[in-house]
C-alpha cells in the first residue's frame, strides 16, 4: 500500500489531472472502471473436435457470469469494464480445436454494426451478440476478448493453407451496445492456434467520460509494437488490458508489472486477469500512474470484481519517459531532503558527475563477494546486502547498478543486489536491462533469484544505473504481493534512480527493468 509520500504525490498530481475550475477551485475529472478477475470454465479436454453448438454451450456458461458481473459493476457507478484475455473459450486448443469456438468478427472501421440490434448481419457471431446486448442494456462500455476467424484467399501469401485467419482478439462495445474497436493479439505467447496479424493493430476507441483509450493484450505489454507506439503516437492515457498472465516472480508478476507500466508512462491501465491459482494464474487492477486497486489470489477460486474511481489523464500531462528531466532536475533537492528526513549515508549525484561517488571510493578489498544465480532464466550477477546499512555496486556488459540501502531492523533474511544486461531467451526473446534488489529464497547465495512471496525487512533505498534505453519500468514489490510506490524517480547524469524512505511491509523487489527494445 502506498506510503505517505506516494499520498502526497496523488494529491499533487490532482493538478495535472484537472480539467476544469469551478467557483475558483481546481477540480478533476474522474470516471468509474470495472475489471473483473474470472476463474473461466475450461472445456475438459480442449484438443477434442465438438461442433458449434457444443462451443457456445461452454462459453455461454462463461457469458452468463460476465453478464452477472456487467450487472453488478453498473449498479456501483462503472461506466466501462473490462474482462480478461482467454475468459470466455479458455486456452490449450490446437488450431483445428478451437474453430468451432471463433466468431466472425469484421475488422474494418468502415462497418458501423450493433451485434445487439443487428443480429443477423453476419453467421456466427453469437458471442458478440450476448457481448454486445450486456453493453446495451447496462448502458455501460465492455471490453472482453474472444477468438475470432476470418477468411482469406489463397492469392494472399499470408494467408494459411486452411484458407482462414484465426486471431486472438479484443472487441470493445459502447454504452448502446456498438462495436467502436478491434484489436488482434500481435506478440502471441505459445498460442498455436491463432495467427498473429499481418501487420501490428493500432487500435483505440473514445468515450465521453475519459476521452481516448487504446487496447492490446498479455504479451504485448513486454514489446514496442504495438503497445509503446500506440501510447506514444496517440498520445493514449487510458489503456484497457485483457490478459492471462502466469505469474513470475519476482520480477514480472502480474500486478508488479501491470503497475510498473502505468507508472513509467503516466497513463491508467484497467487490467483484467484470468484466475486459475494452480496455474499461477491471478493478478487484475486498475492502476493510476501513483495508486492501485489490485487483487492477487493464490489462495482461493472464484472470480472478482474490482470497481474503482479514478481520475482522467488528459493529453497535456507529460509522461514520465518523455520528460523524466523534471525529475532530474529536481533529484539534488530531493537527496537532501531524503538525507534531512532519514538517512545518515545519503549518496546523491553531484553536479556534472558521471558515477555516484562514494560507492567508487571503496577499495575493491572491502566490497562483497559477487557471485551468480538464475533469476527470471537469466543469469544475473549478484553481491549480498549485509548489515544495517552500506552502498553497493554490481556491473555486467555495459550497465552498473548502485544501491544505497539502511535497515531498520537487521533481520535473519538475506538480500541481493543484481545485474543483467542481456537477451532473454526463454518463453519469447527480449533484451533486459535491469538493476534488481530482490530478497532471497533463504540464507545461501544460490537461492537468490528464487521466487519468495513474503518479507518482513523495512528497508530505505536508493538504486540507480546506467542505463542505456529511455524504457524503464520501475518495480516494487513489497510482502504478500502487495505493491509500494517510490518517493522518488527519475534520470540524473545519464543515470536512472529509484528511491524509496521505508517500504510499507518487508521488501520482496526493488527493480529497475529496462526493454531495450531496438535490441530484440
Keep these: 500500500m502506498a506510503c505517505d509520500m506516494a499520498d502526497l504525490c496523488w494529491k499533487l498530481s490532482v493538478c495535472f489531472f484537472c480539467s476544469q475550475v469551478v467557483s475558483g477551485r481546481v477540480e478533476e475529472a474522474r470516471y468509474i472502471a470495472a475489471v473483473y478477475e474470472h476463474e473461466s470454465i475450461l472445456s475438459p479436454d480442449p484438443t477434442a473436435l465438438v461442433d458449434r453448438r ?5 462459453m455461454g456458461r462463461n457469458l452468463d457470469i460476465y453478464e452477472q458481473q456487467v450487472v453488478a459493476a453498473a449498479r456501483q457507478g462503472a461506466q466501462i469494464i473490462v474482462f480478461p484475455e482467454d475468459g470466455i473459450h479458455g486456452f490449450n486448443f490446437t488450431r483445428r480445436s478451437i474453430y468451432p469456438y471463433l466468431d466472425f468478427v469484421p475488422h474494418s472501421r468502415a462497418v458501423k454494426w450493433n451485434p445487439c440490434r443487428e443480429m443477423y448481419l453476419f453467421n456466427d457471431t453469437e458471442v458478440l451478440q450476448r457481448l454486445s446486448c450486456m453493453a446495451l442494456n447496462n448502458k455501460i462500455f465492455l471490453v472482453a476478448n474472444l477468438g475470432t476467424k476470418q477468411p482469406c484467399a489463397h492469392t494472399d501469401p499470408r494467408c494459411p493453407p486452411d484458407g482462414r485467419y484465426q486471431f486472438n482478439t479484443n472487441v470493445a462495445f459502447d454504452d448502446a451496445g456498438m462495436l467502436v474497436a478491434t484489436y488482434r493479439k500481435h506478440n502471441l505467447y505459445f498460442e498455436y492456434a491463432f495467427d498473429a496479424p499481418p501487420e501490428p493493430d493500432y ?31 496517440y498520445d493514449i492515457k487510458q489503456v484497457v488490458y485483457p490478459t492471462a498472465w502466469m505469474n513470475q516472480l519476482p520480477l514480472l508478476s502480474a500486478v508488479e508489472f501491470q503497475q510498473a507500466f502505468a507508472t513509467a508512462f503516466n497513463i491508467n491501465v484497467l487490467a483484467a486477469n484470468i484466475h486459475h491459482p494452480t496455474l499461477g494464474m491471478t493478478g487484475s487492477g486498475i492502476y493510476t500512474p501513483v495508486k492501485s486497486f489490485i487483487y492477487h489470489n493464490m489462495e482461493s477460486y472464484g472470480g472478482k470484481l474490482i470497481v474503482a474511481e479514478i481520475p482522467v489523464i488528459t493529453t497535456d500531462y507529460k509522461t514520465s519517459l518523455e520528460s523524466n528531466e523534471r525529475f532530474g532536475e529536481n533529484l539534488h533537492q530531493s537527496c537532501k531532503t531524503l538525507t534531512s528526513a532519514s538517512m545518515d549515508d545519503q549518496v546523491c549525484f553531484k553536479e556534472g558527475q558521471e558515477m555516484p561517488a562514494r560507492v567508487l571510493e571503496k577499495g575493491m578489498e572491502q566490497l562483497p563477494p559477487q557471485f551468480y544465480a538464475e533469476m527470471m532464466y537469466d543469469n544475473f550477477t549478484f553481491v549480498p546486502v549485509w548489515g544495517e546499512k552500506g552502498e553497493l555496486q554490481v556491473c555486467s556488459n555495459t550497465l552498473c547498478c548502485y544501491l544505497n540501502y539502511k535497515r531498520a531492523v537487521l533481520t535473519d533474511e538475506l538480500y541481493a543486489l543484481g545485474v543483467f544486461d542481456g537477451l532473454h531467451t526463454v518463453h519469447g526473446t527480449y533484451y533486459v536491462q535491469a538493476c534488481a534488489l530482490v530478497k532471497c529464497g533463504g540464507l545461501s547465495f544460490s537461492t537468490c533469484g528464487q521466487e519468495v512471496t513474503d518479507a518482513s525487512a523495512l528497508i530505505d533505498f536508493q538504486l540507480w544505473g546506467n542505463m542505456s534505453t529511455p524504457y524503464i519500468f520501475p518495480l516494487l514489490l513489497t510482502s504478500g504481493i502487495t505493491l509500494d510506490f517510490a518517493d522518488h524517480m527519475g534520470w540524473k547524469n545519464h543515470h536512472y534512480f529509484m528511491s524509496k524512505n521505508r517500504t510499507s511491509s518487508g521488501l520482496l523487489t526493488a527493480a529497475l527493468y529496462g526493454r531495450w527494445y531496438e535490441k530484440d
Design 54 to 58: 457444443s462451443a457456445l454451450q461452454l
Design 203 to 233: 487500435k483505440l476507441f473514445e468515450t465521453p467520460f475519459a476521452g481516448k483509450f487504446g487496447m492490446f493484450t498479455c504479451f504485448d505489454i513486454l514489446f514496442f509494437e504495438p503497445a509503446v507506439k500506440l501510447i506514444r503516437q
